[in-house]
């Protein structure tokens, strides 16, 4: 889809559906931040179901208001256990989706997140990997001790290996954090694939209809192998089935 091919008052109505999107993306998170931060007094799960039915209306309210689906490939892959989940970051959709799909999923994020008021408070309180990025080896090895912790007790631990979000087709920049708690852990890890950014971009107001696809790879398993060796393969299956995902100049950025 060229830039020429969509005309002014498609993109004014791309513009309309992202701020009713935006609209209940704030409502909804005003809604339940309170329940979940009360939640967290009677117990983890209590306040995680509580976060799971919010993060459900925020992907069903953007297929609904956006007109943006899923498709999902590779759940045999998915093990019964919990383990380390290493993912391409396109988009804030993924964050959501990955929470959604799976079971008492918790995140890697930056430390400064939890500083912002309410969103931060939750964060903190589920118990996220909270990391300061700036401290070197020292945040790895609290990324690698905290998850060790975490997946003793059957939670899902999600690294984006680039660190941030990525724009669809910029160069891959796996970084050795994810494969070093994989390593010094031996805990396998679960690749994800997804092209999220050709639908809801990086730091885009508007969210393009269409179906992302993700696609959950098999286990790989940290035996005898390096962080070097693990970064090697896991950024080698996630991005060759990105080449086969990513439809470029899908649309005008």
Not at 85 to 112: D, M, N, P, Y
Request: glycine share 8%; with cysteine; net charge positive.
């Amino acid at each position: 889809m060229s830039a020429q091919s969509i005309s002014t008052g498609y993109r004014l109505w791309l513009y309309v559906r992202g701020a009713i999107f935006w609209a209940w993306l704030i409502v909804s998170t005003a809604l339940f931040a309170i329940p979940a931060l009360l939640g967290i007094l009677v117990s983890f799960e209590f306040a995680y179901k509580i976060c799971k039915v919010w993060i459900a209306g925020i992907i069903l309210g953007l297929k609904v208001i956006c007109g943006v689906n899923w498709e999902v490939h590779g759940t045999e892959n998915i093990p019964d256990k919990a383990c380390l989940i290493l993912s391409k970051h396109q988009s804030t959709w993924e964050t959501f989706f990955l929470a959604h799909h799976l079971k008492h999923v918790l995140f890697v994020a930056k430390k400064s997140l939890s500083w912002i008021p309410v969103f931060g408070w939750m964060i903190k309180l589920l118990g996220f990997v909270m990391i300061d990025r700036k401290s070197g080896r020292s945040a790895i090895h609290q990324m690698t001790e905290q998850s060790r912790e975490l997946i003793a007790k059957n939670r899902w631990i999600v690294v984006f290996p680039e660190g941030t979000r990525m724009p669809v087709g910029a160069e891959p920049n796996y970084r050795i954090g994810g494969m070093k708690v994989s390593a010094d852990t031996q805990i396998p890890i679960l690749p994800v694939a997804v092209n999220s950014g050709e639908f809801w971009p990086r730091m885009g107001f508007i969210k393009w209809p269409g179906t992302i696809t993700v696609v959950f790879g098999p286990l790989i398993h940290p035996e005898d192998k390096s962080p070097d060796d693990i970064r090697s393969e896991v950024q080698t299956w996630i991005e060759t089935v990105m080449e086969k995902i990513t439809v470029k100049d899908r649309f005008p950025y």
